[in-house]
């Protein structure tokens, strides 16, 4: 009996993960960046679990996650409150953020 292809490897990348809940791949790139998501190396490319993706996206909305827009927004305001300068644009943002979470 062969199993389905989604058991033998539950993993996607992340353009196919970003189609799969509705999002950019920006979008699961942070996800991954922050914790929210856990994803594995395979050469070059992240791979991320299917399962974990789903599930991710069933407990918090299909829609989980927030626009650059709103991701920067909140990123400045928590800066501001934390004594840090004001970026000048949403790349230093991202940036800072690379720095702080390895």
Not at 11 to 38: K, Q
Not at 64 to 70: M, N, V
Request: hydrophobic share 40%.
């Amino acid at each position: 009996m062969m199993l389905p292809p989604d058991i033998v490897d539950d993993r996607v990348d992340v353009r196919e993960a970003a189609i799969l809940v509705g999002r950019s791949p920006e979008t699961i790139r942070r996800w991954v960046w922050a914790g929210t998501l856990s994803a594995e190396r395979d050469g070059r490319r992240l791979r991320i679990s299917r399962h974990e993706l789903r599930a991710l996206a069933a407990e918090h909305g299909q829609g989980y996650g927030h626009t650059l827009e709103q991701w920067a927004k909140s990123a400045r305001a928590a800066m501001t409150e934390a004594g840090f300068s004001q970026p000048e644009s949403a790349a230093d943002l991202v940036l800072e953020d690379r720095r702080r979470h390895p």
